[in-house]
């Protein structure tokens, strides 16, 4: 097992460190022989195609690859394992929420995604007929009975230690079992190449090794933004949200805190009757609401958010 | 996925360096503000364990100034309750909760912080304690359940699996050397 | 027991009613169109290769389509092979032999092409054998794939041992200057002189294949319909939908296997040997198993249609009066209404009704299994939302259509080829028959009785 994992870990590094000495090749030119030069290994002979950010192909000595960064400029980041000792858990308070986008946009921004595109959406939602309508982000839910995790069949998706279910685009078949299992509907797949990230954004997304390079052919969802949090810092959505909707933290700890405050945990939820989404499917989430009383903002509709009418009302489950 | 050597001194290392971090950052204050100094102890009092800040003013105690206690926290600072103001003697209290989880050991980063203002300019000691409640994390990641790895398959699963898979195929096997059978028969 | 005498000479009627004949004009005409259609359906997969899934109109909502629907479609087919071969053998109804060749090619085919169309919807088909260093016992697919697996090689089984002594004939009367053929059927003919020991040992195979192919077949579609029943979506979540999936499933094979009995009745002239009597029984056995099917719809749809809980509700409404209202009704009532009344008369039990008939159950069954996946994914619990309007709704690409048409036109090349190749009636069983009248006139009396 873990020799798989090495493996695997090996050849997403070595994927990224191409990416790394390709970049580098067009910028510096010629300068990569220096470099490569320097290194005491000899030449092996076999070459490697890279692709340049500007489309074009670049042919170097495999050699010339391996010495040319360090791996301490590489994220050591193991896809199967988790930050030790934690429980990683999120609350969400539906009374703050006034459908900003600003979790979205920073999620996109953070995986690398398309503008009209992320792991977090913000539904509308409206529990009956009466009942006033708010909106609800939806993250990944990251369960501990996760019916995802379950139906995979390599092992593609799985539990870590720390409470998220990751997802490795390497191992993943494209059979998107996992993607019908989900009742929150939090996983996408990669239909297109578009998403598939260049040399350059390769690159640039070296610290955050462990986040989806978005695999053609593959799924992937929200991951709880493992970089920030292996670094004790909060998720993307977490510090941008504007009104401070989202709690992050450790289960472990009882503290979560949205950037500007920090709390207990077992208090937030006792004092705001947090609740769980769909809480009788005993997928048992990670992710707590706070249900949208008092709520800060008048609910006001986007033109074209949803598209089919008498779809919206649905329980919200607690 | 265990824990594994490697990453509980990887985790050390990171708490040494915090430490020696915050002690530097709490050194630079004391110097840029001479006068003024908070110090944090640890007491109890009716079986109620406390934390205690003195903040003094050229060693001279001072009265009303608003002290916050904290707890250090992964993702944040948690205040215990709201700002104290310190009295005659320069004390401020705060009640340590009974439950608050700490680490494996039950250690806990306690602050004592006062906001910037004309009197002491910022103020900030840090202390640790062994008051937190122990905590263990509780993996249920080598048991053997639905949502495990492979190797972690319910035994009930793999058995059953295994015993029909070995089934049919000893008789597919079984036709197959009959078939064999077959063929030799044939050329004799 | 003696073993058959088959008469290698023109003076054997079975003989040149029965052996492999050439293609004829409509025969070529035939696999040519199939070969199109197979070709176009390549070159649409070549294209869902090199631009991924976006050639399909699957989107993150709808991320299953009509690849699977056709794949539980194959499946549902192939549950006919142990219907004919071994219920019925097992049941000890005589009728079936002329039936039992049809229906067991039907089966390979249809699981053959099942698992190819699985193949065909991952998003990353180059790392399939991911499945056997990787997999977990843990994932409904995994069962699937050991069930279809095993099911293939027992079908193939059940398939081949009893061709062995029609594939010796086949031998025997190929002469020697065409080597290939020669060599071809001396290959898989195994050296088969027809002793007593060896027909011993054939009876012996199918016996022991009959009774193993049954809960097979069982299995085959009861774990197909957990890859649906294991999750909580609406529609899906439902403990009913194993036996539902069955039962269905034995219908359309029932249906699949009149329809291909009739074609080829009547383009190889067959009638001596497959009687009005046959479609009189088969039709008899379907609406005996329409009848089955329509009970568990009726369960499957009134239970939470009573209830309407609120997504469960949605979906239904969907079915019942919305959207899918139109396909929904006429599957129901042609694929399934229709085909009993009708063959609850004795005219409409006569060949061609009952041909047409089958058509509309075996079409019917197709696009039933498009409902059953599609409409579900459209109902998630979290009302689908913020994405471009064409996500709402599913309607597949031409690529999708190639692709599943090329998948049915290869099984239905499959079964061509088999029956260019090899005898599609069983000449020795037949002759056994024949040797044995006494048995035979037994088991009309039985039959007229009952």
């Not at chain 1, 994992?5 to 050849?11: A, I, M, V, Y």
């Not at chain 1, 993943?172 to 996983?187: L, N």
């Not at chain 2, 009265?63 to 948690?78: A, E, P, R, W």
């Not at chain 3, 074609?263 to 002239?269: A, D, G, K, T």
Request: charged share 20%; proline share 5%.
């Amino acid at each position: 097992m873990d020799s798989k994992n090495n493996d695997l870990n090996d050849s997403r590094r070595d994927f990224l460190r191409k990416g790394f000495v390709a970049t580098a090749a067009v910028a510096t030119g010629l300068g990569l022989t220096e470099t490569a030069c320097k290194d005491t290994k000899s030449k092996t002979g076999d070459t490697v195609k890279l692709l340049s950010p500007d489309g074009k192909i670049v042919e170097v000595d495999s050699s010339m690859i391996n010495p040319a960064i360090p791996d301490s400029l590489l994220s050591n980041h193991n896809v199967r394992e988790g930050v030790p000792g934690k429980k990683f858990v999120m609350v969400i308070d539906l009374s703050r929420c006034r459908n900003a986008g600003k979790c979205k946009s920073a999620c996109s921004k953070m995986h690398y995604l398309p503008d009209n595109r992320s792991y977090i959406k913000i539904n509308k939602m409206q529990d009956s007929d009466k009942a006033a309508p708010y909106w609800m982000p939806t993250p990944c839910f990251h369960c501990d009975n996760p019916p995802c995790v379950k139906v995979c069949p390599v092992g593609a998706t799985f539990k870590l230690t720390d409470g998220i279910v990751a997802i490795d685009n390497e191992r993943c078949i494209g059979c998107r079992f996992c993607m019908v299992a989900c009742p929150y509907s939090a996983r996408v797949f990669n239909w297109d190449t578009e998403y598939q990230l260049n040399i350059t954004q390769m690159n640039e997304i070296k610290p955050h090794a462990a986040c989806s390079t978005h695999v053609t052919g593959t799924v992937e969802k929200c991951d709880f933004c493992p970089t920030n949090t292996a670094k004790n810092e909060l998720p993307d959505c977490v510090q941008a949200c504007p009104n401070g909707v989202f709690y992050f933290g450790d289960e472990v700890e009882d503290v979560v805190s949205n950037g500007d405050e920090t709390v207990r945990l077992s208090q937030l939820l006792k004092d705001k009757s947090g609740y769980r989404y769909l809480e009788d499917l005993g997928t048992k989430p990670r992710v707590y609401y706070l249900p949208p009383v008092n709520r800060q903002f008048p609910f006001k509709d986007v033109e074209g958010q949803n598209e089919t009418d008498g779809q919206t009302s649905h329980e919200s489950g607690h | 996925m265990k824990l594994k050597p490697n990453n509980i001194i990887r985790g050390l290392v990171l708490c040494c360096s915090l430490f020696v971090f915050s002690a530097q950052r709490l050194s630079a204050q004391d110097s840029t503000n001479a006068e003024a100094q908070i110090t944090l102890t640890f007491g109890e009092q009716d079986s109620v364990k406390q934390a205690k800040a003195v903040v003094t003013k050229n060693h001279t105690p001072l009265k009303g100034v608003d002290v916050v206690f904290l707890i250090k926290k992964s993702f944040g600072s948690l205040p215990l309750g709201d700002a104290v103001t310190t009295d005659d003697n320069g004390e401020a209290v705060a009640d340590f909760p009974t439950d608050m989880p700490g680490d494996q050991q039950g250690n806990v980063t306690v602050l004592a912080k006062v906001d910037e203002n004309d009197q002491t300019g910022e103020l900030l000691a840090s202390k640790s304690t062994n008051w937190g409640v122990p905590t263990t994390v509780k993996d249920r990641f080598d048991q053997r359940t639905l949502w495990g790895t492979a190797e972690n398959a319910p035994l009930t699963l793999v058995v059953t699996v295994v015993s029909l898979v070995a089934l049919v195929w000893g008789i597919i096997l079984y036709m197959v050397l009959q078939l064999g059978k077959i063929n030799r028969l044939g050329k004799a | 027991m003696e073993p058959v005498k088959i008469k290698l000479d023109k003076s054997n009627q079975l003989l040149t009613d029965l052996m492999p004949k050439k293609f004829n004009a409509s025969g070529k005409l035939w696999v040519g169109f199939l070969l199109v259609i197979v070709v176009i359906g390549f070159f649409a997969y070549i294209r869902q290769l090199q631009k991924g899934l976006v050639v399909t109109d699957m989107r993150d909502f709808t991320s299953w389509g009509i690849y699977i629907s056709n794949f539980v479609f194959f499946v549902a087919i192939s549950l006919v092979g142990s219907l004919v071969s071994a219920i019925l053998k097992l049941t000890n109804v005589k009728w079936r032999t002329p039936l039992v060749r049809i229906s067991e090619i039907i089966a390979v085919a249809a699981i053959f092409f099942a698992a190819i169309i699985i193949i065909v919807d991952m998003g990353r088909p180059e790392r399939f054998w991911h499945l056997f260093a990787y997999g977990r016992i843990q994932s409904p697919i995994l069962w699937d794939v050991i069930v279809i697996t095993t099911y293939l090689v027992v079908s193939s089984l059940l398939l081949y041992i009893p061709l062995l002594p029609d594939i010796a004939i086949c031998r025997d009367l190929t002469p020697e200057s065409s080597k290939f053929k020669k060599w071809f059927y001396t290959f898989f003919a195994l050296n088969w002189r027809g002793t007593a020991q060896q027909y011993a040992l054939i009876h012996k195979c199918i016996n022991v294949l009959a009774v193993l192919v049954v809960p097979l077949a069982l299995g085959i579609h009861t774990v197909t319909s957990w890859l649906f029943a294991t999750t909580y979506r609406a529609g899906w979540d439902s403990s009913n939908f194993g036996p539902y999936f069955v039962a269905g499933a034995f219908q359309a094979g029932c249906g699949g296997v009149i329809a291909v009995t009739y074609v080829l009745r009547n383009h190889y002239n067959l009638k001596k040997y497959i009687t009005t009597k046959h479609f009189d029984n088969m039709a008899k056995l379907l609406v005996l198993l329409s009848l089955v099917y329509l009970y568990f719809n009726i369960n499957e749809y009134l239970v939470p249609g009573y209830k309407m809980k609120t997504v469960d509700g949605e979906h239904l409404k969907s079915l019942f009066t919305g959207h899918y209202a139109p396909l929904f009704w006429s599957v129901q009532i042609f694929g399934m209404i229709v085909p009993i009344v009708v063959m609850l008369f004795k005219k409409g039990r006569a060949p061609l009704p009952v041909f047409i008939v089958s058509l509309m159950v075996v079409v019917g069954a197709w696009f039933k299994r498009f409902l059953i996946v599609v409409p579900t994914l459209l109902h998630p619990f979290i009302p689908i939302q913020n994405v471009p309007a064409s996500w709402h709704t599913y309607m597949p690409t031409w690529e999708e259509w190639a692709i599943t048409a090329a998948s049915l036109a290869g099984a239905l090349l499959v079964i061509t080829f088999f029956v260019r190749l090899f005898p599609i009636i069983s000449i020795w069983e037949m002759t056994e028959e024949q040797q044995t009248p006494q048995i035979d006139e037994q088991t009309n009396l039985y039959e007229a009785q009952a």
